[in-house]
């Protein structure tokens, strides 16, 4: 009599966009079965699922959470997974709340929050002793007169924001106000829910993401990238090249200071993207801490690109509680570099019907160039900022030093451009 086969790993991976490779092959990698959530604007073709992924598993989350819970449930009783994760900033508190409920590994539905929740955030992180620029939480758009005492200028966002939808700089108190109104309305119609704002000081100073995977509280910095220096008013993504140049000691007290916030957040287990600012060029200040694999899982690019560490895939075995695989042996938290990795997010350049996306197919023969994600394409039309349409591409890229990166993406300002039709063309 043959044995029976060990049961293979399974995950439930919430809202994941099949388009973009990365989670899915380190899943294939990993040896781990995927029950993928569809995003709700993304239809999968069940007959061409992704690498790795055995089911499809349709859920409501943001329309009817105890539906979804149900749901959820139902499929674990049927069928035991192993795992629920999530790397779309959104649901990470659902997710926590129903591992939690499924007795399954999580971060706890208190750091989700808490990761989540800029203002929660701003407060764990002042209460641990860690820099913290002036602030002033907002339950909704009144209440901001006590922001006008903060030193100017100052950002107001959505407190529950992501992609920087909404976030904007504010330069004079006596602007304070209409600002803090549109922001909340536009929260209001683009986030599902907003749960209030912050204002905050302004930090000067070249921007950094830091990529982490972090497991029974033991922080492993797999690359610290620089993401450029945007002034506003409105923040677009732009650049992102990894490792960034930096100083010994203003690389340690980055490290430092990324360390601590995974301990004043609580967030124990899991991959981390965190956002800072150097102000004054040396002095770490978070700007926020996602509980995920960030950018849509192009931080899993750029960390295995730099440590060599397949961060997807270890963050999928943390998440069915499975120990790392692929972390190598260092003494401190910091992995070394064995390489430089990037990406272009290819700015939209203007606003309107898109005619025509020069430069981006030429790329597929350069051997630098890993990916082109193109996602609008002509036809699409781009809301003026702050209104977010979506990034046009990513191109992402390797190259052996961050200084090689930084003159290819010179080359690409160059090479790529979009048109529009003429004003008026697109209604
Ligand atoms: P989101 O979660 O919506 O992306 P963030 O807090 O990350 O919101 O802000 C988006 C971008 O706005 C940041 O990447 C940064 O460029 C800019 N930004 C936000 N807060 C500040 C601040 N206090 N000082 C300077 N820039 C900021």
Redesign the pocket.
């Known amino acids: 009599m043959t044995p029976a086969a060990a049961p293979r790993t399974t995950v439930v991976l919430v809202y994941q966009r099949s388009t973009l490779p990365w989670v899915f092959e380190s899943a294939q990698r990993a040896g781990i079965d995927l029950v993928l959530v569809p995003r709700p604007d993304e239809r999968v073709d069940p007959d061409r699922l992704p690498p790795a992924v055995v089911e499809l598993l349709p859920l409501d989350i943001e329309g009817d959470p105890e539906g979804a819970l149900a749901a959820l449930r139902e499929r674990y009783e049927r069928a035991p997974f192993d795992g629920l994760t999530t790397h779309y900033d959104p649901v990470v508190p659902f997710v926590a709340d129903a591992a939690a409920e499924l007795g399954l590994p999580g971060i706890g539905s208190g750091p989700a929050r808490a990761a989540q929740d ?1 203002r929660l955030m701003r407060q764990r992180l002042a209460a641990a002793g860690l820099n913290v ?1 002036g602030f002033v939480a907002l339950d909704g758009p009144t209440g901001w007169a006590a922001a006008t005492a903060l030193d100017f200028p100052v ?1 107001v ?1 959505p407190a529950n ?5 909404g ?1 904007t700089k504010v330069d004079r108190a006596a602007d304070l106000g209409p600002v803090v109104e549109a922001v909340w309305e536009l929260g209001r119609t683009k986030l599902s829910q907003v749960s209030g704002l912050i204002v ?4 000067d100073g070249p ?1 950094l993401a830091v990529e982490s995977l972090v497991h029974r509280g033991r922080v492993r910095v797999l690359a610290i990238g620089y ?1 450029g220096e ?1 002034t ?1 008013p409105y ?1 677009e993504e732009g650049v992102y090249r990894a490792p960034a140049p930096l100083p010994a000691d203003v690389q340690e007290a980055v490290v430092r200071e990324v360390v601590a916030a995974h301990a004043a957040l609580g967030v124990a287990d899991g991959p981390t993207h965190t ?1 800072l ?1 150097l102000r004054g060029g040396v002095r770490p200040y978070l ?2 801490m996602g509980a995920r694999v960030g950018g849509s899982s192009v931080s899993h690019y750029i960390a295995a690109g730099v440590s060599g560490v397949d961060f997807a895939g270890d963050a999928l075995r943390i998440a069915a509680g499975l120990a790392p695989r692929t972390l190598p042996a260092t003494a401190g938290p910091l992995v070394p570099a064995r390489g430089a990795a990037a990406n272009y997010i290819v700015p939209c350049g203007g606003s309107g019907l898109i005619t025509a996306v020069h430069g981006l197919a030429e790329l597929a023969e350069d051997p630098r160039v890993d990916h082109v994600v193109q996602m609008l394409h002509p036809g699409d039309v781009v809301r003026p900022y702050p209104d977010f349409s979506g990034y046009p591409a990513f191109v992402l890229s390797h190259h052996p030093s961050t200084a090689d990166a930084e003159e290819f993406h010179r080359s690409l300002e160059h090479s790529i451009r979009i048109d529009y039709a003429p004003q008026g063309a697109a209604s």
């Open positions: 800029k620029p950002v966002k924001g992501f992609s920087s939808m976030v905050e000081e302004y930090l921007e993401k945007p506003g923040f956002e600012r700007l926020e």
